[in-house]
């Protein structure tokens, strides 16, 4: 068989190019590097706030308990009410990360605990992520007076303002003021 002019003529060989060692090494070598790529797939995952160690919030019991058992079971509470002190509000949140992305809230929960004028349990509530509501904040900005000033302006702007001192005050040269 003839081959024409710059090209090389195929060769059938009857022996496999890869045996069955070197296969099994590929293989084994290929999982090797993918393996250190599965810690990406896994979350970190971050504790914020409180975290139980023996009782949980919600099982307190409204009429049984009171603010000082509430204290020595559950700890100080994460806030309380703003307007209102009888309520103890104990926070907690679960946050997961992926690689470099954003940190997501993957459980929240909140336990309201509202005390009565006798110091007693009223009710235990508890929320979570899904009862939550999101804020919309106002983009409105206050203008402020005057003009705004350019790069340039705030560098060369004092130029040839400097005010020279009065013969009364007092200076480095004259620490007294006086003539």
């Known amino acids: 068989m003839l081959a024409k002019p710059g090209y090389l003529p195929l060769v059938r060989s009857s022996k496999p190019f890869w045996s069955n060692s070197m296969r099994k090494s590929a293989i084994l070598a ?4 993918a393996l250190p790529l ?9 504790f914020h706030g409180y ?3 023996e009782v949980q919030p ?3 019991k409204p009429g049984e308990d009171s603010r000082s058992s509430v204290s020595a079971q559950l700890g100080s509470p994460s806030t309380e009410g703003l307007f209102d002190t009888n309520t103890w ?3 907690s949140d679960v946050q997961e990360r992926f690689a470099f992305y954003k940190p997501k809230v993957a459980d929240r ?4 605990i509202r005390f009565g004028e006798d110091d007693k349990v009223d009710e235990v509530l508890r929320y979570t992520a899904a009862d939550g509501q999101v804020i919309s904040y106002s983009a ?6 005057g003009r705004e000033l350019g790069l ?4 060369f702007g004092t130029v040839g303002a400097v005010r020279l001192p009065n013969t009364d005050e007092a200076t480095p040269d004259n620490p007294t003021g006086r003539r």
């Not at 599965?38 to 971050?46: E, G, M």
């Not at 929960?109 to 309201?112: F, K, N």
């Open 30 to 33: 290929a999982s090797l590097l």
């Open 38 to 46: 599965t810690a990406c797939l896994t979350p970190a995952r971050d």
């Open 51 to 53: 975290i139980p160690d």
């Open 58 to 60: 919600y099982e307190i």
């Open 89 to 91: 509000f104990y926070v």
């Open 109 to 112: 929960s909140i336990t309201a």
């Open 140 to 145: 409105r900005e206050t203008a402020t007076r």
């Open 152 to 155: 340039w302006e705030q560098i």
